[in-house]
T-cell receptor
Framework: DADVTQTPRNRITKTGKRIMLECSQT?????MYWYRQDPGLGLRLIYY???????NKGEISDGYSVSRQAQAKFSLSLESAIPNQTALYFC????????????FGSGTRLTVV | GQSLEQPSEVTAVEGAIVQINCTYQTSGFYGLSWYQQHDGGAPTFLSY????GLEETGRFSSFLSRSDSYGYLLLQELQMKDSASYFCAVDDTGFQKLVFGTGTRLLVSP
């Protein structure tokens, strides 16, 4: 099994619909992140969490919300999806004691029509 | 604002050496990381520099000059499998919150 698992892998949804992207990890890491990737724009941070009780906005949090249900689970929600939220979404984890390398999930490709 | 600049594309031949540069302007600086991403895949961590100088990991090396706000990734003995996108990323808070560059696509030809 993958260390960081994202579900679903692909999703097509309609404008205005609520959608949740899920991320779970078996690394035992405290820190979890949601990034979106758009062609030519690199990876941009949406939200991050350093432990279950800590949630922080990233640079592009508008239109998104998150929930840290447990140390191992971090979900991203789009309350009312719009077409410009079409992107590749990555969840990542890191651990302060194990260096600066993020472990990324395989990504969720979301299309809003 | 935060910005990390990288060339959009670099081409090279198998066996060659290629350098991918990254210049940054961020509100804080606690380290520079490099990630590799193959098409359709997830980014994977390559290297990290917190102090000035060169870090070597096999065929890959990474360099940092904090006074110049500049770093580079050096790939030696290029192989076809090195064709991928490479991203630099700055930890701007000291808490592993990374700001990523827009990426450099490396094309290795035979």
């Amino acid at each position: 099994d993958a260390d960081v698992t994202q579900t679903p892998r692909n999703r097509i949804t309609k404008t205005g619909k609520r959608i949740m992207l899920e991320c779970s990890q078996t690394k035992g890491h405290d820190r979890m992140y949601w990034y979106r990737q758009d062609p030519g724009l690199g990876l941009r941070l949406i939200y991050y969490s350093f432990d279950v009780k800590d949630i922080n906005k990233g640079e592009i949090s508008d239109g998104y919300s998150v929930s840290r249900q447990a140390q191992a689970k971090f979900s991203l929600s789009l309350e009312s999806a719009i077409p410009n939220q079409t992107a590749l979404y990555f969840c990542a984890t890191s651990d302060e004691m194990q260096g600066y390398g993020y472990t990324f999930g395989s990504g969720t490709r979301l299309t809003v029509v | 604002g935060q910005s990390l600049e990288q060339p959009s594309e670099v081409t090279a031949v198998e066996g060659a050496i290629v350098q991918i540069n990254c210049t940054y302007q961020t509100s804080g600086f606690y380290g520079l990381s490099w990630y590799q991403q193959h098409d359709g895949g997830a980014p994977t961590f390559l290297s990290y520099n917190a102090l000035d100088g060169l870090e070597e990991t096999g065929r890959f090396s990474s360099f940092l000059s904090r006074s110049d706000s500049y770093g580079y990734l050096l790939l030696q003995e290029l192989q076809m499998k090195d064709s991928a996108s490479y991203f630099c990323a700055v930890d701007d808070t000291g808490f592993q919150k990374l700001v990523f560059g827009t990426g450099t696509r490396l094309l290795v030809s035979p």
